[in-house]
């Protein structure tokens, strides 16, 4: 068996998957999450494969830390009536999603001492993430005794990227002193559906150039020239590039100065209007759920229409620039909640495209499949929907790496 643990650790919050990767549809053996950790109160979300869909376990529990909070998650497993083991959690590793590998890690690593040490190095530059995915790191030492913990870093894939396109346009000295650059996020879901692609296009990843659009709540683009990120959106925080649920994305970085000065902001008032109350959210005045805004722009709302003419606006110069970058465009590939939901945003985004013969197939994009192929017969760029498993993808490497480093499953 090789039974995989998957944990996503938030400031306050920490979500874990755990995966039968001996199974041959991988499966989610059981999932959950723990909310609000480190208030008076947290509470606990289990489910496992035995239990009937809408079934799950919600608990109120007390969490004061990560440490506390994964054993939690240990005991349900434990849990005579609705856990899945009766001494001892037989999980064989522990992969966990850091979001920061700064400029050390390509790809993921068999958590050591060393390793430990780079991602709290990277904690100056991810201040939100990285710390909270070192806590549940070492929880896990701590509950899970002895079993090998993999990081797969969300930046690792974007290492591939050439200083023309990681590099600002600030002195040079600031990326030296302070390692400011663009990073990019978002790595395990554009690397796994540009597999997928290449895949379902029956051609060799090395051969082909793609571009994949990850729109979720947070959203960014990424440029695949023979398999590896070129460029990416995201930039060196997940403020950069496109227009998001919260996040302004590109602007003019002199609008920064001229509100702090205008509108007396600080750091943390400024922190806030860029990363919170910006994108969708901001210039629709509604909300950060884009079928909230779908729906009101059906209903005539002119901001909600903006909107979406932003949003989509941007994507589209986005896959532009980025086939001028690699010097050709084979396929786009669309994920996330959005891109593999919102056929109408797809439509917008790739109708401007047809002069690069990218020709949208308005039936295919409209189907209810889930994967698909949503270009017409014969366009000569394709177009994709590829729904992401990030969750999976992190298992994957789990496994891969602990089988790397020698390491044999029971
Ligand atoms: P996160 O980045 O938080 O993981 P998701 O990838 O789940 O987010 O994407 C969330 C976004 O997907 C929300 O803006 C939501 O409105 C949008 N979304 C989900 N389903 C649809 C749909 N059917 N039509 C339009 N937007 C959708």
Redesign the pocket.
């Known amino acids: 068996m090789m039974k995989i643990m998957i944990l996503n650790c938030g400031s306050s919050s920490l979500k874990f998957q755990l995966f039968d990767m001996a199974s041959k549809n991988h499966t989610v053996l059981a999932k959950g999450s723990v909310e609000e950790i480190g208030h008076d109160q947290s509470v606990l979300h289990y489910k496992t494969h035995k239990m009937k869909k809408d079934e799950e376990v919600e608990k109120k529990v007390t969490a004061k830390d990560h440490t506390q909070a994964v054993d939690h998650v240990a005991r349900a497993l434990l849990d005579p009536k609705t856990g899945l083991f009766k001494e001892s959690i037989e999980v064989d590793a522990v992969g966990h999603r850091v979001v920061h590998g700064g400029e050390k890690f390509s790809k993921s690593a068999l958590i050591t001492k060393g390793v430990k040490e780079v991602i709290e190095d990277c904690f100056d530059i991810a201040p939100l993430h990285n710390p909270p995915n070192y806590a549940g790191i070492e929880a896990c030492e701590k509950i899970f005794k002895g079993v090998p913990q993999v990081a797969v870093f969300d930046t690792a894939f974007h290492q591939t990227m050439q200083k023309e396109a990681y590099i600002y346009g600030l002195p040079y000295e600031l990326y030296e002193r302070y390692h400011i650059r663009k990073y990019g996020f978002h790595g395990t879901s554009h690397e796994y559906v540009s597999n997928r692609a290449a895949e379902l296009m029956k051609k060799d990843g090395a051969k082909l150039k793609l571009v994949t659009c990850h729109l979720?709540?947070?959203a960014s683009i990424t440029a695949i020239n023979g398999g590896k990120s070129v460029d990416t959106s995201m930039g060196f925080t997940p403020l950069e590039g496109l227009v998001m649920?919260t996040r302004t994305g590109d602007m003019d970085p002199a609008v920064v100065l001229f509100l702090m000065e205008k509108e007396h902001l600080d750091f943390k008032g400024m922190n806030d209007l860029l990363n919170k109350k910006s994108g969708l959210k901001g210039i629709s005045g509604i909300s950060?759920?884009?079928?909230e805004i779908?729906e009101a722009a059906g209903k005539d709302n002119a901001r909600a229409k903006y909107a979406i003419d932003i949003f989509t606006y941007r994507i589209t110069k986005y896959i532009g620039s980025y086939a001028a970058a690699m010097g050709g465009l084979d396929a786009v590939v669309f994920t996330?909640?959005?891109g593999e939901?919102?056929a109408a945003?797809r439509e917008k985004v790739l109708k401007p495209l047809e002069f690069m013969g990218l020709i949208i197939d308005a039936k295919l994009n409209d189907s209810k499949d889930k994967e698909k192929i949503i270009s017409k017969t014969g366009s000569k760029v394709k177009a994709f929907v590829i729904p992401t498993n990030e969750e999976l993808m992190i298992a994957k490497k789990t496994m891969w790496v602990v089988e790397e480093s020698g390491n044999t499953f029971r």
Do not use: E, K, V
């Open positions: 979720g709540n947070g649920g950060n759920d884009l079928r779908i996330g909640g959005i939901n919102a945003i």
